[in-house]
Nanobody, 123 residues
Framework: QVQLVESGGGLVQAGGSLRLSCAAS????????MAWFRQAPGKEREFVAG????????DYGDSVKGRFSISREDAKNMVYLLMNSLKPEDTAVYYC????????????????WGQGTQVTVSS
């Protein structure tokens, strides 16, 4: 069982930056593929970024490539999402996710979800 708790969301102006954090419980954290998804009102949940247990491989959704960066610290059971050059269309609830498949781009393959953190980007 893995529990995920996100933090770091908030209100930011367009062009600004935010760093989201996800704290995970469980001793087998390093075995999991970790990912971030987001969901805006009226839209489907969208893959944002994913990272392998070793941290050797990362994957990004097309809309965030070059602006967002995912990282993890297995010793601390933490995953991060650094978001730069934020745009109003990045406004959404951001969810931390854990699974065993790679790439973890399909939300239906996610095993564990966090409760989400709101990110709002003003224009």
């Amino acid at each position: 069982q893995v529990q995920l708790v996100e933090s770091g969301g908030g209100l930011v102006q367009a062009g600004g930056s935010l760093r989201l954090s996800c704290a995970a419980s469980g001793r087998t954290f390093s075995r999991y593929v970790m990912a971030w998804f987001r969901q805006a009102p009226g839209k489907e949940r969208e893959f944002v970024a994913g990272i392998l247990g070793s941290g050797d491989m990362t994957d990004y959704g097309d809309s965030v490539k070059g602006r967002f960066s995912i990282s993890r610290e297995d010793a601390k059971n933490m995953v991060y999402l650094l978001m730069n050059s934020l745009k109003p269309e990045d406004t959404a609830v951001y969810y931390c996710a854990a699974g065993t498949r790679w790439p973890l781009t399909d939300h239906q393959l996610v095993t564990y979800w966090g409760q989400g953190t709101q990110v709002t980007v003003s224009s």
